[in-house]
């Protein structure tokens, strides 16, 4: 534990008075749980908190104490800003740029360019809500039983369940450590990770019923044309992407999501320690880690599948 670091937030923390917290775009588990289980802490301090999210809270983790106090926009003055669970300042909700680069920057990703003023960034980490159960006490913030439900979720859901291959043994004894304060793993585990609505499963079937494989190498597309006839209210692929990255004989699984606002949001997983999608990733302005990576593409899915197909093939080869 960087001592010096905890001190600098300790400190900037203590001086707030008016703050300003929010996660990348389109937030996954890791974002919204990191999000709520600071904002909630801080307040529990006293702290005046705005947890901003400008595209909204996706439904899956409204179950989560504290979520109702999820904004779309920024009230008043703030005093400092908390980016978390974001490698690039570009990843931050375009509406909340105006705000200029955050003042505190909690992140676990390895492609995390320390855009902060203050950046706690540990890559070997397994998700940002694993820095903030280790560090919240250090800087004199409470772990309640809704501070570690937020921050459980935030594990369980970047681990794919204590998982993928970046798991250890401090991730399982802080995954006990938050269950200690009353809160249920097996519920969290359920509706993070398993428990989806009719609509989200039509879209998936949508999704297998064009699924195509070459070599090592499988991939789905979503439709916007699709999504709108089912009436499915998220913009991602509603976890596809893990169904797909558990058929044996392709260790590398894409899907393509066409936006309503233009573009296409591609996800990848790797299987195994051999490839880094992070790399393809980073070549279509996105980034993630070695076995699970993402970007968002401007162009149409005619021209942009082609390409990432192409440059996923290469690091196969």
């Known amino acids: 534990m960087n001592e010096a670091l905890d001190a600098s937030i300790k400190r900037r923390l203590g001086e707030a008075e008016r703050i300003l917290i929010t996660g990348h775009i389109r937030p996954d588990g890791d974002a919204i749980g990191s999000m709520l289980g600071l904002g909630l802490a801080l307040e529990e301090a006293g702290k005046h908190v705005q947890m901003v999210l400008p595209a909204g809270l996706p439904h899956v983790f409204e179950h989560l104490e504290g979520t109702a106090l999820v904004q779309e926009e920024v009230e008043g003055d703030i005093d400092t800003f908390i980016s978390v669970d974001c490698a690039e300042f570009s990843r931050i909700h375009e509406e909340l740029q105006s705000f200029g680069e955050p003042h505190i920057n909690i992140d676990h990703h390895i492609t995390n360019t320390n855009y902060a003023e203050i950046n706690l960034v540990e890559a070997d980490s397994v998700a940002t809500a694993s820095i903030l159960t280790e560090h919240l006490p250090a800087w004199g913030l409470s772990i309640t039983r809704p501070v570690a439900a937020a921050l459980l979720t935030g594990l369980i859901t970047d681990t794919l369940g204590f998982r993928t291959l ?152």
């Open 166 to 317: 970046n798991m250890n043994s401090k991730a399982f004894r802080q995954a006990a450590k938050l269950m200690d304060t009353g809160v249920n793993l097996p519920d969290l585990y359920y509706q993070a990770l398993i428990s989806r609505s009719f609509k989200a499963a039509r879209y998936w079937g949508s999704g297998l019923s064009n699924l195509e494989r070459d070599g090592k190498m499988v991939w789905a597309v979503l439709s916007l044309k699709e999504r709108k006839a089912i009436k499915y209210r998220g913009n991602d692929d509603a976890d596809l992407i893990n169904v797909l990255a558990a058929i044996e004989e392709s260790p590398i699984a894409l899907v393509f999501v066409e936006q309503s606002g233009g573009g296409v949001k591609v996800s990848w997983r790797a299987r195994g320690k051999k490839w880094d999608v992070a790399k393809v990733a980073a070549k279509f302005g996105g980034g993630g880690h070695r076995a699970a990576a993402g970007a968002t593409i401007e162009g149409s899915l005619s021209e942009i599948k082609p390409k990432v197909l192409s440059e996923t093939r290469k690091i196969l080869d």
